[in-house]
C-alpha cells in the first residue's frame, strides 16, 4: 500500500493561508483558521510547516515567484522599449492584486533568516526586472549603466509607485490619482530611463 499523497493537503493549507492572508494581513493567518478554512485538522498544518513562519516563508516565496513569472509572461512583445513598459506594469499589477502578499515581503516586518527557497525565489523576481534592462539597452531603447543597478533602480521606482498606491497615498491634489492615472504615472517614471537625445 502506498502512502498518502500529502501534495492536496499541502496545496489546501496553502491556498487557505493564501486567502486568509489577502483577507485579512498576517494576523489573520494561524494554523487554527488555515485549517478550518482549508477543511483540514489544525495539527495537518503542523504536519507540512513547522509554525506560522514557516507557513508565511512559503507565501513570501510563492508570491515572489507569482511576481516573476508575470514579468516574464507579460514582457513578451519584439520591441523591448514595450516590454519595459509591459514588465514593469505586470509588476505593479501583481502588488495591486496581492497587496498583503507584497508587505508580507517588503512590509514594516521582513522575514528574518530567510530560507534558501525564499533567497532563491527573489533572486529570480530580480533577475525578471534585470532582464527587462538588458533588453531595452540591446536594443538601444534604455541608457547605459550597469544593468543590475539599473534594475534596482527600475525596482525601487516600481515598489515606490506600487507601495505608495496600496497604502492610497496616490491621490489628489498632491499627486496623479492612482486609482484613475497610474499608467500614466508609470509611463512618466518609465520616461525618465530613456537615452538622452
Do not use: C
Not at 502506498?2 to 492536496?8: L, V
Not at 486567502?19 to 494561524?30: I, K, M, Q
Not at 516565496?61 to 508575470?70: E, I, N, P, S
Amino acid at each position: 500500500m502506498s502512502p498518502r499523497d500529502p501534495g492536496p493537503t499541502r496545496a489546501a493549507i496553502l491556498m487557505a493561508a493564501s486567502d486568509l492572508l489577502e483577507g485579512g494581513g498576517p494576523d489573520a493567518v494561524t494554523l487554527r483558521a488555515v485549517g478550518e478554512t482549508a477543511g483540514v485538522s489544525r495539527s495537518a498544518a503542523y504536519r507540512h510547516f513547522d509554525d506560522k513562519s514557516a507557513l508565511l516563508s512559503e507565501l513570501a516565496r510563492q508570491t515572489l515567484d507569482g511576481m516573476a513569472a508575470a514579468i516574464r509572461a507579460a514582457a513578451i512583445d519584439s520591441d523591448s522599449r514595450v516590454n519595459l513598459r509591459l514588465g514593469s506594469g505586470a509588476y505593479v499589477e501583481y502588488v495591486l492584486n496581492f497587496p498583503h502578499h507584497y508587505q508580507l515581503i517588503f512590509g514594516d516586518t521582513p522575514i528574518s533568516a530567510p530560507a534558501p527557497e525564499l533567497e532563491a525565489a527573489a533572486d529570480s523576481a530580480m533577475l525578471a526586472l534585470q532582464t527587462l534592462v538588458e533588453r531595452a539597452q540591446a536594443a538601444g531603447q534604455l541608457g547605459g549603466g550597469a544593468p543590475r543597478e539599473l534594475a534596482t533602480v527600475l525596482w525601487v521606482l516600481l515598489h515606490g509607485i506600487a507601495a505608495l498606491q496600496i497604502t492610497g497615498h496616490l491621490h489628489e491634489p498632491r499627486t496623479l490619482d492612482g486609482d484613475t492615472r497610474l499608467g500614466e504615472l508609470l509611463d512618466l517614471a518609465l520616461a525618465s530611463f530613456s537615452p538622452a537625445d
